[in-house]
């Protein structure tokens, strides 16, 4: 096993494999794709890395290696599994690798921005793709009822085999919607959540072209958005007032879109969740400031 991990780590540097769905060295990239392709835990005892691999299983391991580094697909859709706040999900390629500093801030309860409003009964994560932020909302809020909206029904397929999997199908319900669009009762009127996070297409569409080839073979329509990438994060702001309660916030990510969003919105009212040591790209805004989220009125 060892020498299987070594050997692939050499090839990927070799092959100048993009890192950033998951790890940031060779040594910990190969590791998850030898490990994944034995079917082993990541935590495999050092008395194991020695262990003789049949014919097969050498076979198996050579092709997912050089898959990975003359083809670029990413180590998660070759082994189909990823990791969210160090829990695994089942991923494919009808949905963005989990890595969302979403992760980062409801492990630390939303860095106190949420401390005055109301206990959260009913949450929303749109544009849920594999689910992974939709289970953490339901696991960090036990008592809360969580919707997990998406446009695709690929992807929505996805999310429900991991909810399956953590056993969260009676708290964590699956809703095909574009944006809050399809978000309605039985009456027409909007669904209202205390809590609403989004992780949007938000890649302006002209940084296509300079994106490493791994990212080839995620779902466009989960990475780039018109508009210099703003064109849903704004509707998302827009709309959202009707369908947060009093005293609810919405939080929208938008990586590097940060740049294109404070240029287009210079006053804008929202408050950039602490994320250090790295930059903020997760905004957020209570219900009482989406009134007037682009700050023209003051």
């Given at each position: 096993?060892?020498?299987?991990?070594?050997?692939?780590?050499?090839?990927?540097?070799?092959?100048?494999?993009?890192?950033?769905?998951?790890?940031?060295?060779?040594?910990?990239?190969?590791?998850?794709?030898?490990?994944?392709?034995?079917?082993?835990?990541?935590?495999?005892?050092?008395?194991?890395?020695?262990?003789?691999?049949?014919?097969?299983?050498?076979?198996?391991?050579?092709?997912?290696?050089?898959?990975?580094?003359?083809?670029?697909?990413?180590?998660?859709?070759?082994?189909?599994?990823?990791?969210?706040?160090g829990q695994p999900y089942y991923v494919d390629e009808r949905v963005l690798i989990?890595?969302?500093?979403?992760?980062?801030?409801?492990?630390?309860?939303?860095?106190?921005?949420?401390?005055?409003?109301?206990?959260?009964?009913?949450a929303l994560d749109i544009g849920t793709g594999s689910g992974c932020i939709a289970?953490?909302?339901?696991?960090?809020?036990?008592?809360?009822?969580?919707?997990?909206?998406?446009?695709?029904?690929?992807?929505?397929?996805?999310?429900?085999?991991?909810?399956?999997?953590?056993?969260?199908?009676?708290?964590?319900?699956?809703?095909?919607?574009?944006?809050?669009?399809?978000?309605?009762?039985?009456?027409?009127?909007?669904?209202?959540?205390?809590?609403?996070?989004?992780?949007?297409?938000?890649?302006?569409?002209?940084?296509?072209?300079?994106?490493?080839?791994?990212?080839?073979?995620?779902?466009?329509?989960?990475?780039?958005?018109?508009?210099?990438?703003?064109?849903?994060?704004?509707?998302?702001?827009?709309?959202?007032?009707?369908?947060?309660?009093?005293?609810?916030?919405?939080?929208?990510?938008?990586?590097?879109?940060?740049?294109?969003?404070?240029?287009?919105?210079?006053?804008?009212?929202?408050?950039?969740?602490?994320?250090?040591?790295?930059?903020?790209?997760?905004?957020?805004?209570?219900?009482?400031?989406?009134?007037?989220?682009?700050?023209?009125?003051?």
């Amino acid at each position: 096993i060892l020498d299987f991990v070594r050997w692939a780590a050499s090839r990927m540097d070799e092959h100048g494999v993009f890192l950033g769905h998951g790890t940031t060295n060779y040594l910990d990239e190969a590791a998850w794709l030898v490990l994944e392709g034995l079917r082993l835990p990541p935590d495999l005892g050092r008395d194991w890395w020695g262990a003789r691999l049949t014919g097969e299983e050498r076979a198996h391991l050579a092709e997912l290696i050089r898959r990975r580094c003359l083809e670029h697909i990413p180590t998660a859709y070759l082994v189909n599994r990823a990791w969210f706040l160090g829990q695994p999900y089942y991923v494919d390629e009808r949905v963005l690798i989990p890595r969302s500093p979403f992760g980062d801030l409801i492990r630390d309860d939303f860095t106190g921005l949420m401390a005055d409003a109301p206990a959260v009964e009913r949450a929303l994560d749109i544009g849920t793709g594999s689910g992974c932020i939709a289970i953490a909302l339901a696991e960090h809020f036990p008592g809360a009822l969580v919707v997990g909206s998406d446009i695709d029904m690929g992807a929505l397929a996805v999310a429900a085999r991991n909810v399956a999997d953590y056993d969260l199908d009676e708290r964590v319900e699956l809703l095909q919607s574009d944006g809050f669009d399809q978000l309605r009762d039985e009456d027409d009127a909007p669904l209202v959540f205390d809590l609403i996070v989004s992780n949007p297409p938000y890649v302006h569409p002209d940084e296509a072209e300079d994106l490493p080839a791994e990212y080839g073979h995620e779902p466009p329509g989960a990475l780039f958005a018109p508009d210099e990438g703003l064109a849903l994060i704004e509707r998302l702001l827009d709309q959202g007032p009707h369908h947060l309660s009093q005293g609810g916030w919405i939080f929208v990510e938008m990586g590097n879109g940060r740049h294109w969003f404070e240029q287009r919105w210079p006053g804008h009212r929202g408050l950039w969740a602490d994320l250090s040591p790295a930059p903020s790209s997760i905004v957020g805004f209570p219900r009482e400031l989406l009134t007037d989220w682009r700050g023209q009125a003051s």
